[in-house]
């Protein structure tokens, strides 16, 4: 037992002064001093990290909280802003349809009156009556007249004598101034009663002519084929030189018109009618283009006509342009006088914009349309004056003042003006 050794535990600090001496880390290794922070060193840390911080909230936080008022400026605006209906402008189509109004007139139509003074001896024409070309409508009795182509005939036959006589005059003249035994003075004075004579042998002649040919006009004749609609003679009335007759206007049997003339006929197996074309399709009429015809009193018939011709020129007046549509009549269904509609398609040169016709403000400045304009999420109100072309009830034709393309409102109302904020809605 006496040989087991004993294991000592005392600690250093019981034993060795030298190990109590010693510090705690000699044990444990070398390691490297350390030093206490000064206050200076804390101070400079707690700057840099106020100055990152205060960095960090103006990058991030500040935009942030920038946007977000923005944003709820914007949606207070919108929300507090009036709802409008908007639409965009467009053009018409190329082809273009209007209908005008016009009255139905005869293709030709003439008053008639008398060349010679005289009797009407006999009418063969009433109204209504379809005659030709040429055709007999009245004789006038004219005795004076045909003792005057009497008188004339004599005249002529005396011109002629003394016609006769002069030219032998001349020749025994002429051949006696061969042997000298007149002298030159005399046979120039035989030559110039041969050129009397002929030259009153030729007014003889011409004044005969003329008579007779004014006896021609005791037969009044139609000067184109048409429809008696006026006859102002009677048998018995006098016919002056001027062509007035006697028998009262609008008497038994005789119909006003012509003012004083014998008869008056229209030519209506073809019709026509004058139709005044706005300022704003002047520019795409052109003769040859095809028109519908409705005439009032003839229902559940189209008539077709077409241009045949312009004036070429504005009205200064009213800017407008006359045109004229001839229609074809061959079963007479159309009667002068009637009440036309004109329908002419036609392609125009440059459409119109349309716009909705409740979309027109009317004020003292003239015609505007509210046009909306958008800068990011703000929609404002421009009034933007136009001039109107036609109004075609729902909508209306801009001839100036917009572009296509454009937002306007359709439905404006009195509170809203220039600049007035608002909330744009697609009209529906």
Known sequence: MSDIHQIDVSTPEDG???LAEAPHDAMLGAAPPVRAASGASLRRLAIVSAIVLLVLFVATVLPRMSVRRE??????SRDSAPAVE?????????????????????LHESAIYARVGGYVRRWYADIGTLVRQGAVLADIDAPELEQNVQQARSQVAVTHAALELARADLARWTSLAKDSAVTGQELDQKRAAF???????????????RLVQTGEYTRVLAPFTGVITARNVDIG???????????????????AGGGGSLFRIAQTDTV???????????????PGLDADVQVQGIAGRTFAGRLSRTSASLDA?????????????????????????????????????LVPASALVIRSSGPQVMVVNRTGRTATVHLQRVTIGRDYGSTIEIIDGLVDGSTIVTTPNADLDEGSVVRAISAK
């Open 16 to 18: 060795d002064p030298r």
């Open 71 to 76: 944003l709820l400026a914007d949606a207070a």
């Open 272 to 286: 026509r009618t004058y139709v005044t074309v706005p300022a704003t399709y002047a520019t795409s009429v052109r």
């Open 86 to 106: 908007v639409a965009t402008v467009q053009r018409a189509t190329p082809g273009s349809v209007v209908t005008l109004p016009g009255t139905v007139q005869p």
């Open 317 to 353: 007046a009213t800017r407008t342009l006359l045109a004229e549509i001839d229609i074809p009549n061959r079963d007479f269904a159309i009667l002068p006088g009637m009440y036309a509609q004109v329908t002419m398609h036609f392609p125009r040169a440059t459409p119109p914009l």
């Open 195 to 209: 050129a009397s004579a002929q030259a009153n042998t030729g007014a003889a002649e011409a004044n005969l002519r």
């Open 237 to 255: 009335a006098l016919i002056t030189v001027a062509g007035a007759t006697s028998a009262p206007l609008g008497g038994a049997g005789s119909t």
